[in-house]
């Protein structure tokens, strides 16, 4: 058998291994979260408030010439969902600070537990936690009256859109515990990224309206990728290329914070 052979037959058990590590991880985490009822209950019923109170204050945005959109309720939701996805990642750190205080992280790495599996379990329970927020949002707009043009497909995109966006930032978040280890520092960027990356897209308002800066800023920035991707899909009309290309930006960019996250807990590992 040559080199080569040898190395894809090696390859798959390891995947298969880290798929089942990362399974088991998961799950761990999610038990620990289950026995937190308030903390649940704080997931579902945040977004149902910013839904209320954004829908509420900006309805009249509407009517300015060259908005967009004859319902604010229509277009909310897709902000509400990316606007939950950032803001719930943001804080995926904390739970990594917390194992590492606890001695938990340190005991870990006394198990043949694959180390990779221990931070993709981080963002796999973020992104099962965002799945759940984000349902929720897509079911309390339709019963507001919400209509979604896109039907299933639209949802879909928009579910996948905010799972991407949230492997960003859970990644990012997971990646600063592990470098800073202070609360303080997490609290404090997570407080100076939010609204700035939430305002300077189009969560709220149409990007034809903004002040041209702003639009060259919202290009760059992924919480208006996410936008653009999921209402290029929810329209009547999809925009299959625009969904794709915007997607596959989140996608290369999540893929290159998980890897930054697994690279930092490689150090933190000689470290300790």
């Not at 949002?137 to 928009?158: F, K």
Request: with cysteine; charged share 10%; glycine share 8%.
């Amino acid at each position: 058998m040559s080199t080569s052979t040898a190395g894809a037959a090696g390859g798959v058990p390891v995947v298969r291994t880290l798929v089942a590590h990362t399974w088991w991880m998961t799950g761990r985490r999610l038990k620990v979260l289950v026995k937190q009822p308030a903390f649940v209950v704080i997931l579902l019923v945040q977004p149902a408030i910013w839904l209320f109170l954004f829908g509420n204050l900006f309805r009249r945005v509407v009517e300015l010439p060259g908005f967009g959109a004859a319902n604010y309720l229509d277009y909310i939701v897709p902000g509400v969902v990316v606007m939950t996805a950032v803001s719930s990642n943001m804080w995926a750190g904390m739970g990594v600070l917390e194992e590492i205080e606890r001695g938990t992280m340190n005991r870990l790495l006394t198990t043949p537990v694959s180390r990779s599996a221990i931070m993709n379990a981080a963002v796999a329970e973020q992104a099962i936690s965002t799945t759940v927020q984000v349902l929720a949002i897509m079911l309390l707009g339709l019963l507001a009256g919400a209509d979604y043009p896109g039907g299933v497909a639209g949802l879909a995109v928009l579910l996948v859109a905010a799972l991407l966006l949230g492997t960003v930032f859970s990644a990012l978040s997971n990646t600063i515990g592990m470098l800073v280890r202070q609360r303080e520092t997490i609290i404090g960027i997570n407080t100076l990224l939010l609204l700035p990356l939430t305002f300077l897209s189009s969560a709220f308002m149409a990007e034809s309206l903004m002040p041209s800066w702003m639009r060259t800023i919202a290009a760059v920035n992924p919480v208006n990728w996410a936008l653009e991707a999921s209402r290029a899909a929810m329209s009547a009309g999809p925009d299959w290329a625009v969904v794709a290309s915007r997607c596959g930006w989140l996608a290369l960019l999540a893929a290159a914070m998980v890897f930054l996250s697994t690279r930092t807990f490689r150090a933190y590992q000689k470290s300790v």
